[in-house]
């Protein structure tokens, strides 16, 4: 139909709204300058199947709500008090700082991810409570199908500073890449309110050591596990038969789950602080804020990789 060069993502949807023959848009993205061209289409990729094809660079967006009652019939007038949906204000309808113009926003990082198959891992705005209050988080797009929403980050910057918080708010999500925080189990209990996410993956590694890296199963033993981590339940769900590996799980922990038998370690508020463990062995573990004892499939009195720049424990959900 048209193409046109726009600065943001959503400028090119809000042009597609103001044609009345547009169905869906085409957004290519130069690799050398970030400069976008927004292109027009009066089809969808449901309704011509044949002419959808991937291509790297480009994201395509399919039909797009309305943000305004009326912003086809007054596109270029101001709109009436009341008459713009959840999560949009001003006299257009515009969306709030923070909308789909930061980037592609969603509810969560899978559905972004199921709408736009070639993303890559970064940063996206998700709008957890349908309410237009968006979150920037870290979504994993590529690992495992991708669509991985990063909930607790510890990375060791420098190795004899060992600190990290406990955060009680799944909105400090939006802080993973600023600061090593670890969400409380009540976190991760109010987290799962406003998303039934039904996955959960960890992954530490240590550069002198090995890595530790599974999801949680596509079952009934997987969901207890993800239960417990998210203060459904308080039983320690078993180990055998939870979790899968990933293809660069390295761990002896992994492979020994008869001998953990049993998630965590305590029923306490802060469950990600013991992961896992065989004891005297391998441990997923945090000490204290300061303390010497970060594990990662090791224990200080037995096998112990000393810390690096860069080592780090993650928890995602999905």
């Known amino acids: 139909m048209h193409t046109t060069a726009v600065k943001e993502d959503f400028e090119c949807q809000m042009k ?25 289409n009066n089809s969808t990729r449901e309704t011509k199947a044949g002419d959808f094809k991937q291509k790297k660079g480009s994201v395509y967006h399919g039909p797009i709500k309305a943000s305004c009652t009326d912003v086809l ?19 257009r309808c515009q969306t709030p700082k923070g909308g789909f113009n930061h980037n592609l926003s969603g509810h969560s990082c899978k559905e972004i991810r199921d709408a736009n198959p070639l993303l890559k891992d970064g940063e996206y705005w998700i709008d957890l409570e349908k309410n237009g209050s968006l ?35 799944y909105r400090e999500i939006g802080n993973c890449l600023n600061k090593n925080i670890l969400l409380t189990t009540n976190a991760m209990k109010e987290l799962r309110t406003q998303l039934s996410f039904t996955q959960l ?43 899968m590996r990933m293809k660069d799980d390295t761990s002896k922990l992994a492979g020994e789950c008869s001998r953990w038998s049993s998630w965590g370690a305590f029923s306490g508020g802060e469950r990600f602080k013991v992961v896992a463990y065989v004891n005297g062995k391998y441990h997923w573990l ?4 300061g303390g010497l004892r970060w594990e990662c499939d090791d224990y ?17 959900v999905r």
């Open 73 to 91: 019939n007054g596109r270029n007038g101001k709109a009436k008090s009341g008459q713009c949906h959840p999560g949009y204000k001003g006299i």
């Open 201 to 243: 993956r960890f992954h530490c590694t240590k550069q002198q050591g090995r890595t530790f890296h599974v999801t949680t199963a596509a079952n009934s033993t997987g969901e207890a596990v993800v239960q417990f981590f998210s203060g459904q339940r308080d039983t320690r769900p078993n180990a055998c038969g939870s979790f």
């Open 135 to 169: 979150i920037k988080v870290y979504c994993d797009m590529t690992t495992d199908g991708g669509g991985w929403l990063l909930v607790s980050n510890v990375v060791v910057d420098e190795p004899s500073s060992r600190l990290y918080s406990s955060e009680s708010s």
């Open 16 to 40: 597609c709204m103001e044609k009345d023959r547009c169905r869906s848009v085409n957004i290519h993205i130069s690799e050398s300058d970030g400069s976008r061209l927004c292109e027009l």
């Open 286 to 289: 945090f000490d204290n804020p």
């Open 300 to 316: 200080i009195s037995s096998e112990f990789f000393g810390l690096s720049t860069g080592d780090f424990w993650k928890v995602f």
